[in-house]
């Protein structure tokens, strides 16, 4: 079992910057990748972005490419997302997830934080 708690939303102003983290804690030690998803009132949840736990190869959504940065550290078992330059269409739930154990997709997610953008 894996479980992990995002923490770091909150109310931002557009154009502004918020630092995301994820605290991953239980079986680490089978996690074989990372990623943050969010989800919008009325609409399906998005990929933003993903990182491996071991190599820290990443990939992004095109839609935050450039504005969003994934990393990781491995001796706090923490997934960061760093969020610059945020607009009114941002907000969202953003949620943290991870791929553990023998799977292709992710089965451990996160409660999720609020993160407002205002215009």
Known sequence: ???LVESGGGLVQ?????????TASGRTVSIYRMGW???APGKEREFLATITWSGGDTSYADSVKGRFTISRDNAKNTVDLQMNSLKSEDT???????RAGRVFSYNYWGQGTQVTVSS
Not at 14 to 20: D, I, M, Q, T, V
Not at 92 to 98: E, I, P, Q
Request: proline fraction near 0%; charge should be positive; include cysteine.
């Open 1 to 3: 079992q894996v479980q």
């Open 14 to 22: 557009a154009g502004g910057s918020l630092r995301l983290s994820c």
């Open 37 to 39: 998803f969010r989800q």
């Open 92 to 98: 969202a739930v953003y949620s943290c997830a991870a």
